[in-house]
């Protein structure tokens, strides 16, 4: 019997209309729209606006065409995973929300929390089910209202990030095609630098976490930089060795979009032109989990079936990871 591998067969991705230019965050804070494309490369960020509107809102257009383009009905779907740090609700999880607000009836599903790492973690754990023979159908999405966790007072975290999400379908393949091999990581003293203090049971809401603005994102930006460097770029590294993958054999690196630096050194260490990168973010900012669907849903249109592609990412906590994958379809005829 051949191998079961996790195929991609469809991709989808959804970004709110608002635009946050940074020349409306020079009302806010005091930056420029230079310092801002200097230090990040990021020219705007999509907000998701209008009250009790949390991540499945952002969650439910992307699974509504990836079932399109697949021609399949939410019914279909054995198990949806969302990959967020941002979630409606501490529970039910955002992949029960979507589930209902879609009508997947026959699915379960469950929520991944590993930050900017997030996608890759959910793709790893959504394959392992395809893998296994028992399902069939598994819906991979990485989605983040970030705006909902931003101090718009914070220099340092407000010109980074933005709201979207993206995803993919995976579904039984014997031909190779799909996941073919994961480097995820983790290590928890990076907490210390990168992190949302209140709001988990170590310091639940109270009038006083809120005066103190504690629940919003905290990032030491130095030494997360330094770091997400370092260990993304190591990540796709490994997976490129481990599978005798030379620059050459690289189709696309799909990375994170973190910061533009970030993005070009890791290219850089993998010894891939800025061509064979895709980078949107300088449209949409740092989406977290949804940043590496967003790319694959942007470029789908450009990706060939037999395709080597890279996706890396670094996280919060610290998580980071890069995997391979070997595209299933040709984008143009999808």
């Known amino acids: 019997m051949s191998k079961i591998t996790a195929a991609i067969t469809a991709v989808g991705g959804y970004v709110p209309d608002y635009v946050l230019t940074n020349q409306e965050l020079e009302k806010l804070v005091e930056t420029t729209d230079e310092w801002i494309m200097t230090r990040t490369g990021i020219k705007e960020r999509r907000i998701l606006k209008g009250e009790g509107k949390g991540t499945s809102e952002l969650c439910v257009p992307v699974a509504l065409e990836i079932c399109k383009k697949r021609g399949i009905t939410p019914e279909d779907i054995d198990l949806l995973i969302v990959a967020t740090v941002t979630p409606d609700m501490v529970f039910p999880a955002t992949a029960n929300v979507v589930t209902d607000k879609i009508g997947a009836k026959n699915a379960f599903g469950f929520d991944i929390s590993a930050a900017c790492s997030g996608f890759l973690y959910a793709l790893d754990t959504g394959a392992k089910f395809i893998e296994s023979g028992k399902y069939k159908k598994v819906m991979v999405i990485g989605a983040d209202k970030m705006s909902s966790i931003i101090d718009y007072t914070d220099r340092t975290t407000c010109i980074i990030f933005g709201d979207g999400a993206g995803g993919v379908l ?90 533009l630096r970030i993005i070009s050194a ?3 260490h993998m010894g891939l032109p800025k061509e064979k990168t895709m980078i949107n973010i300088h449209r949409f900012g740092n989406t977290t989990a949804g940043t590496i669907p967003l790319c694959l849903w942007e470029w789908e249109p450009q990706l060939k079936k037999g395709d080597n592609l890279i996706l890396a990412a670094f996280g919060g906590g610290f998580t980071w990871g890069a995997s391979y994958v070997k595209w299933a379809y040709d984008g143009k005829k999808a």
């Open 266 to 268: 890791t290219a850089d």
């Open 170 to 259: 995976l579904e039984p393949n014997t031909e190779g095609f799909g996941l073919v091999d994961s480097v995820l990581k983790s290590d928890g003293h990076g907490r210390e630098f990168l992190n949302m203090k209140a709001g988990g049971s170590n310091y639940p809401a109270s009038a006083e976490t809120v005066a103190n603005r504690q629940h919003y994102v905290f990032q030491e930006g130095k030494t997360v930089f330094k770091y997400a460097v370092a260990n993304m770029a190591d990540a796709a590294r490994t997976v490129m060795d481990r599978n005798q993958l030379t620059a050459a054999d690289v189709a696309w690196l799909v990375p994170h979009q973190a910061n």
